[in-house]
C-alpha cells in the first residue's frame, strides 16, 4: 500500500504560494544546518505560503559560481536571498557578496551572517554589497521578519 503525505495546506484554494530559492553558505555545517533548519521551520507552519528551495555552499567560490549558473540562459532559478558567512576559507563572505554584486549583477538580498560584532568587518560586508548583517546564531522569528519582508 503506497503512502502519500499530504500538505495540509493545499486543501485551501484561498492560499497562494510562493516559492523563494534561498542560498546558504558557509563552511561549518552545523551553522548551514542552524540556518536551515529554522528557514523549514518557517516554511512548515500552516499558516505560512511559502516553498523554499535551499541551495547550500561551502565557501565564497561556491555563491560566485552558483549565482553565475543561475544566470545562464538555461537556468531552472534565480535565488531571490543569499545568506553568507564571512569568515570562510579560500574567498570570505565580502569577497564574494562584492563579486555576485559586479561581476554577476545580483540585485537580490544578501544578508550576511557572522559571529563577530567588530564594525570593521561590518564595513567590509556593507560595503561590499551586504542587505544586512546579522550576528550569529541567527533566531527563527529573525529569519521570520527577513522572509516575510521580501
Do not use: C
Amino acid at each position: 500500500m503506497a503512502s502519500f503525505n499530504i500538505d495540509s495546506r493545499s486543501a485551501d484554494p484561498s492560499l497562494h504560494f510562493r516559492t523563494l530559492h534561498v542560498m546558504v553558505v558557509d563552511d561549518t555545517p552545523m551553522h548551514r544546518k542552524m540556518i536551515i533548519r529554522a528557514l523549514k521551520a518557517i516554511e512548515g507552519t500552516k499558516r505560512s505560503n511559502l516553498i523554499i528551495h535551499i541551495h547550500e555552499g561551502t565557501d565564497g567560490s561556491d555563491a560566485i559560481e552558483m549565482v553565475a549558473q543561475s544566470n545562464s540562459p538555461t537556468a531552472k532559478h534565480k535565488y531571490d536571498v543569499i545568506f553568507i558567512d564571512y569568515d570562510m576559507v579560500n574567498i570570505n563572505g565580502a569577497v564574494a557578496i562584492k563579486s555576485v554584486r559586479e561581476k554577476h549583477g545580483y540585485l537580490g538580498r544578501i544578508f550576511a551572517v557572522t559571529a563577530n560584532e567588530s564594525e570593521a568587518e561590518h564595513m567590509k560586508l556593507k560595503e561590499a554589497g551586504a542587505t544586512s548583517i546579522f550576528i550569529k546564531p541567527l533566531r527563527i522569528e529573525q529569519l521570520k521578519l527577513l522572509i516575510d519582508d521580501l
